[in-house]
């Protein structure tokens, strides 16, 4: 039988285990936003350069339609936050 201070502690480190996964899952999110944006940045000179609008519509829409099915609503308000990050407010 486990004593409460060894499960305290088996606690304890689980926790901080978690914690450090989070940390690191964190530090590659905002890694892949950065590269986003970027790319996406990319993209939008690109097309302007070849006469292309600045925003394509469709293509916002299916991004918007692609995090609402994979996470709900919040996923309209992400894919919101990611699509001005990489174009700019409008």
């Not at 899952?25 to 000179?45: F, H, N, P, T």
Request: a negative charge; charged letters at 30%.
């Amino acid at each position: 039988m486990m004593s409460s201070t060894t499960a305290a502690q088996t606690g304890t480190d689980e926790l901080n285990e978690l914690r450090s996964e989070i940390d690191e899952l964190d530090a590659e999110i905002v890694r892949l936003w950065q590269r986003r944006a970027e790319v996406s940045k990319q993209v939008g000179q690109i097309r302007m350069a070849n006469g292309g609008t600045r925003l394509v519509l469709d293509r916002e829409r299916a991004i918007l339609d692609k995090y609402r099915t994979a996470l709900g609503e919040d996923g309209t308000q992400i894919a919101m936050l990611i699509l001005r990050a990489g174009r700019g407010p409008l």
